[in-house]
């Protein structure tokens, strides 16, 4: 038996040695002998192997690999860069070694270098990721559908600010990149199967989808709110995070260029005719909306979505102003949401979409 062992033990030597050998040798023929004319920068340029998610392996596997990389690859020439999650690799260790087992320090033994990367969500992240064609010139505008409030948006302005909502909506309910790429996916698939001549709130259909993908509680709160059989709309959740502030979704820059296109915006028009004069006198009407958050926000889209009846003449009138001094945000936001035909769109069409993203994702 121990001959045997001793046996095993030197043909492991053995065959640790002869690869270790051949990778130097594969090393050396890449760099001497490239592929396709492609040259190194240096002769002593090192080869890579990268090996990613190995948190996600098996303890025993996860353990035996660290192991292998230490004591078998370590070989000149040859650089090693694990990309894993590090703390989902301890408790893997420790799932292995007991939970007492001191996982950080078993790892500083495997590894020479260590670097984070960024994790936060942003515009870019998404643009990189996702297939944003539906956002590309005639994509939309070609279809006559608009996303609200970004009305007046050329493609590339829709594009980003699409791009900055949802980025925003990520940090805002804390999404690791990956799950927000998956919001993003369904969320472009969702404005895809928006019918012709249609308009949306881009805000509300993004925060629904949002809440419903990472199965937030908060998302049956807020459709109860709005659903037109309940006649209250309290300003009460369940979580202070359903506090997405206007900046977010850039609700007061987006309303400023639609009162500064008076002509333009003629061209929006959804289910009725103001006088010129009436078109003016709406569009002069300016409010600021700081402090104006997410709630508020889907507090006016309740109005919005129970609105029957609209009287042509006197337009502001229809939203509870009285003509003197400056106009509330919520009256004027309300306005606008009318004027470009959020009513149209009842809150059973928003569930639909988020419905229908489901079979895209399972597909």
């Known amino acids: ?17 002869e690869l270790k050998t051949t990778i130097k040798e594969l090393v050396k023929y890449s760099i001497e002998k490239p592929k396709n004319g492609l040259r190194a920068t240096a002769p002593d340029y090192p080869a890579f192997i990268f090996i990613d998610e190995l948190d996600r392996c098996r303890p025993t596997y996860a353990v035996e690999m660290l192991e292998a990389i230490k004591h078998i690859f370590d070989i000149e020439g040859l650089v090693i860069v694990v990309s894993t999650h590090t703390e989902e690799l301890q408790h893997t260790i420790k799932a ?39 956002l590309n010139d005639g994509g939309l505008n070609g279809r006559g559908v608009i996303l609200f409030p970004y009305v007046l948006n050329d493609n590339n302005e829709l594009k980003e600010n699409v791009l900055l909502l949802i980025a925003s909506i990520a940090s805002w309910q804390e999404l690791s990149p990956r799950t927000a790429i998956q919001f993003a996916e369904r969320l472009l698939t969702s404005i895809e199967l928006v019918e012709s001549h249609k308009t949306i709130d881009i805000v509300l259909l993004s925060v629904l989808l949002c809440l419903y993908v990472t199965s937030n509680p908060e998302y049956d709160d807020i459709i109860t709110k709005l659903k037109l059989d309940n006649p209250n709309f309290d300003m009460q959740t369940r979580s202070s995070k359903l ?6 979704f ?49 507090k006016v889209i309740k109005k919005v979505l129970n609105r029957k009846e609209i009287n042509n003449t006197d337009y502001l009138t229809n939203f509870g102003y009285d003509g003197r001094g400056a106009i509330d945000n919520s009256k004027l936001l309300e306005a606008y949401m009318t004027y470009y035909g959020l009513n149209k769109c009842q809150i059973t069409y928003y569930l639909n979409l988020i419905s229908l993203t489901n079979k895209f994702a399972d597909s």
């Open 96 to 134: 292995l070694y007991g939970s007492d087992f001191n996982a950080t320090d078993y790892l500083k033994r495997f590894f020479d270098t260590k670097y984070h990367l960024d994790v936060s969500v942003s515009a870019s992240l998404i643009k990189a990721n996702c297939d944003i064609s539906i």
């Open 243 to 248: 506090r997405l502030a206007e900046q977010n």
């Open 250 to 298: 850039d609700l007061e820059n987006s309303l400023n260029i639609l009162t500064n296109n008076s002509e333009e915006t003629r061209l929006f028009e959804q289910q009725f005719w103001l006088s010129e004069n009436e078109i003016i006198k709406f569009k002069m009407k300016k409010t600021s909306f700081t402090g104006f958050n997410f709630l508020l926000y889907i």
């Open 1 to 17: 038996m121990a001959s045997q062992a001793f046996k095993e033990h030197s043909d492991y030597k053995k065959g640790v040695k």
